[in-house]
């Protein structure tokens, strides 16, 4: 049910800090996450940058790696500790046919504090570093994996105020009430994001085949969908997930593959629009806030199209784009809030630049196509002028 195929490698936390300073994951990068928060590419976010703060995403899942210190209190795994607001676990029992809630969330099975680090692992001089490393995590473990514990789980989500529910699990047929459950969320304003399943099969998984849950395939880093990432119609859109390093149990360091790993990338993109200053050419009902409905129109705006030109069941819409989607205005490089002369120059310094190139500034790719080319240039121009309204 959790979409993880393999652990390829796992370190002790003090093992791993042995490898030197923080490590800007592969798929952090991939997405640009990092050129939203760190603008001067020092793997450190930049003072008042939006990095996530004040949106709380429950992650669905395994619970999260933490222990009991000697007063009672919980000791998070020190790349989360300070993202982890809560959480809380779902049990089922049969003999009684209910869910209980149990006040132990520890993750045993690693694959919910992977998870959790990929969206927000802090930035703290160790190990990894998150997509949004300033959001707010709850930890909403499945005890049993029954369907009946994240029909709870999302309600309770739902009843806390929570604005996005990351699901890195599937069930290969529709389980009763799930539907219903997520259509409610949505409702509710609440942004569902799951995984399309790890079975290379021609079927979107639920519940991420509902329309009011994104869909999300996993692809290599090259940026070729991944063999074993379903296909299918109701496929949203497609973030790494391939190798990807991130957080694991006893404060330690996992390097892992599935649609498990490519849905944090896309929740920790929707946490950066979310907690990013309303555009007003979004805010269709003038309350400052960013929508599911406005998060997907930018979505849209920004996506690098893989495959086939437009949509297709392997790759969906394409590949999110955490940098497009938080540039404000479109063409604001160096986030001065301004498209300008400095921008231009940036383009200019770094064009025809690739991936380990000496000229390569990934702040210039802005439409994340690996290659700073004309395309990029274009957006420059189109946008001269502008400044954040």
Known sequence: ????????????????????????PSGVERIHAQCVWDNNRDLVV????????????AVI???????????????????????IAGGLGFQYRWQTGLVDEVEDYEDEDGHGTHVAGIIAAVDNDIGVIGVAPKVEIYA?????RDYREVLAAIDWAVDHG?????????????????????????????????????????SIAYPARYDSVIAVGAIYSNGTRWNWSNTGPEL???????????????????????????VP???GTAALVMASKMDPDYDFNGDGIWHNSAVLLKFQEWVLDLGPSGWDSEYGSGLVNAWGNCQRPAGDINNDLRCNILDAIIVSGAYNSRPGSPKWDPRADLDINNVVNILDAIIISDNFG????
């Open 140 to 144: 909403l473990k499945l005890y049993t």
């Open 162 to 202: 929570i604005r996005i529910i990351s699901m890195s699990f599937d069930f290969s047929s529709d389980p009763p009430g799930l539907h219903a459950a997520c259509d409610y969320a949505n409702n509710n304003g609440v942004f569902l994001v799951a995984a399309a399943g790890n079975a290379g099969i021609n």
């Open 61 to 83: 899942d395994s619970g999260v790696d933490y222990y009991i210190n000697g007063t009672g209190q919980k000791v998070y795994h020190p790349d989360l500790r300070n993202n």
């Open 46 to 57: 930049d003072q008042g940058a939006n990095a996530g703060q004040n949106v709380t995403i």
């Open 236 to 262: 949203d859109y497609v973030a790494p997930g391939v190798n990807i390093l991130s957080t694991f149990l006893n404060e330690g360091y996992a390097v892992d593959s599935g649609t498990s790993m490519a």
């Open 386 to 389: 502008e400044i954040d309204p």
């Open 265 to 267: 990338h896309v929740t």
């Open 1 to 24: 049910m959790f979409l993880a195929i393999s652990v390829l490698a796992a370190f002790a936390g003090s093992q791993f800090a042995a490898y030197g300073s923080e490590i800007l």
